[in-house]
Nanobody, 123 residues
Framework: QVQLVESGGGLVQAGGSLRLSCAASGRTFNDYVMGWFRQAPGKERESVGAISGSGSTSYADSVKGRFAISRDNAKNTVYLQMNSLKPEDTAVYYC?????????????????WGQGTQVTISS
């Protein structure tokens, strides 16, 4: 079992940057693929990106070149660096964990979820 706690959300102006963190419990953090997802009001939860235990990443087209996912296995933490933020990036951001090797980005593939952190981008 993995417990996840996100932090770092807030209010930022368009064009700004924000870094989210997700701290995980457990001793086998590097065995988990970690994903970042977001959900805007009235919309379905969507993938932002994912990172494998070895550091391979995959991103949604909407964030490629602007967002970057990294992880520190020694600290049991995964990060989401968000640059050039747009108002349409406003959402609750969630981190999630799944077993396996590949950085899949399918919501239903993830068994463990954090509580989410609000990110609001003002225009």
């Amino acid at each position: 079992q993995v417990q996840l706690v996100e932090s770092g959300g807030g209010l930022v102006q368009a064009g700004g940057s924000l870094r989210l963190s997700c701290a995980a419990s457990g001793r086998t953090f590097n065995d988990y693929v970690m994903g970042w997802f977001r959900q805007a009001p009235g919309k379905e939860r969507e993938s932002v990106g994912a990172i494998s235990g070895s550091g391979s990443t995959s991103y949604a087209d909407s964030v490629k070149g602007r967002f970057a996912i990294s992880r520190d296995n020694a600290k049991n933490t995964v990060y989401l660096q968000m640059n050039s933020l747009k108002p349409e990036d406003t959402a609750v951001y969630y981190c999630a964990a799944r077993g396996g090797y590949y950085p899949v980005r399918v919501v239903q593939e993830y068994a463990y979820w954090g509580q989410g952190t609000q990110v609001t981008i003002s225009s």
